[in-house]
């Protein structure tokens, strides 16, 4: 970085470079002693003390599950620094890419431990959250959440990226913890987010998800459904049933967006539902 400029370029082979002739080079540069072989001497650049800015450091809150893990993937894949917090502490899945996360061991739901993870974190993106009992699921998908944004607004992390749930209308009422818990957590965001906050809102997600040994293609149903259901998009707003018709998206779209939100400071803060996150995906 401190040799700027290499000290002798001659003016020859700067043309030669640029691939102009002999002949077309006084058209471009003229000297009156038509010495333009000399050689051109270029002092060399003084080195500025200035520290390099701070590197993107991205924290993915649940990176070793099925969705977590794309999202790490994409991120490493675009060069960025990452790291992981869950239970585990560790990848779900034997691929290059893993070995360049930070895994972090920690509970959300208890202790303080998991806090130090969040040193020099620019930007979260939480896919914590499960299924259970009715207080299990607002504790996962809601309370545990809830402490990770406090906890990062408090260390002066910039962006939150929520990944929430679309709204499965009769379903909500058979799932009331998980829908309470994931909208809880929405509302803290805001609070503690107003600018800074990003809310994916997908329904059901496919792509090949690890159970143990197994590796379940999902997207064997995920992606005829997800073409068909896109052209269904007037009836999704018919009230109770309409939301079942929300089409399925892929994991690598969500993680595409994901990582996107977390990182670019003019992604619009706000809720971005099936739609938006397949239309986010598209664009390059
Ligand atoms: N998959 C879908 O179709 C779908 C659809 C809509 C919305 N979503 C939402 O997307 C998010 C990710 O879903 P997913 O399918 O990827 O779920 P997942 O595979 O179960 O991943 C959940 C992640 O959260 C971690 N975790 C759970 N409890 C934790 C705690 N207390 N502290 C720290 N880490 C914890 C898990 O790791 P450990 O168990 O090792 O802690 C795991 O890494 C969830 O919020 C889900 O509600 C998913």
Redesign the pocket.
Known sequence: MSRLIQSKLTISKYFNALGIPKSGRSRCFSTESNKIDEPLKVEEAETLNVPPPPADKLLV?????????HICKEAINRGLNVA??????KS?VEEPWSNNVQWHQ?????GDS?KEALSGVTSIV?????FGSNNYMYK??GT?NITAIRAAAEKGVKRFVY????DSGVINYLLQG?YDG?RAAETELLVRYPYGHVIL??????GN?RVGNLELPLGVIGSPLEMVLQCAKPLSQVPLVGPLLTP?VN?TAVAKVAVRAAIDPVFPPGIVDVHGLLRYSQQK
């Open positions: 809150l649940g990176g070793s599950g099925f969705v977590g893990s992981s917090i869950s239970r585990s502490g779900s920690g509970d959300l739901l208890s998991w939480s896919c914590v959250g499960g996962i998908n545990a990944v929430s749930a679309a998980y994931k809102r997908p329904g059901f997600i496919y998800r399925p994991v």
